[in-house]
């Protein structure tokens, strides 16, 4: 059994680079950096718990994945987090993940989506997290 965490964080970092909204790219982090131009997409906590059988090694994995948007005031709309978070859903559930050669996706689920939202002391920041369950298999 291998850890696969950083295959499927690189195999997610690689698909949601092409996620663009207005015409213009959103960028996709590990750790957020101070500053950071917004709206984009934060790859967070992740979970492995063996999920083997006899004849194979699997894992049931979780993944946190985070759209982040500032405003300035104290208000905004969920419309950006929206359309953003609707587009890691058509990549990551819709079309797949690609962690060939050495692991399949065998299934993809939404576990669960929230909003948080913090009026700082200069913007009003929306954040939607999506933690997204996959079945993988060692191949």
């Given at each position: 059994m291998n850890d696969i965490?950083?295959?499927?964080r690189d195999a997610y970092y690689s698909a949601l680079s092409s996620i663009?909204?207005?015409?213009s790219d959103v960028n996709v982090y590990e750790v957020m950096p101070q500053g950071a131009d917004l709206p984009a997409i934060l790859l967070s906590l992740q979970t492995d718990t063996d999920d083997s059988v006899k004849t194979?090694?699997?894992?049931?994995?979780?993944?946190?994945?985070e759209v982040w948007q500032d405003y300035q005031g104290?208000?905004?709309?969920?419309?950006?987090?929206?359309t953003i978070a609707n587009?890691?859903?058509?990549?990551?559930?819709?079309?797949?993940?690609?962690?060939?050669?050495?692991?399949?996706?065998?299934?993809?689920?939404?576990?669960q989506s929230?909003?948080?939202?913090?009026?700082?002391a200069s913007v009003y920041r929306i954040r939607k997290q999506l933690r997204i369950r996959h079945r993988i298999q060692e191949l």
């Open positions: 965490n950083k295959s499927l663009t909204f207005n015409g194979d090694f699997g894992h049931d994995q979780t993944i946190l994945i104290d208000f905004g709309t969920k419309d950006v987090v929206d587009d890691i859903l058509n990549i990551s559930i819709g079309t797949g993940l690609d962690l060939l050669p050495n692991y399949k996706v065998v299934t993809s689920t939404l576990d929230t909003y948080l939202e913090e009026n700082l």
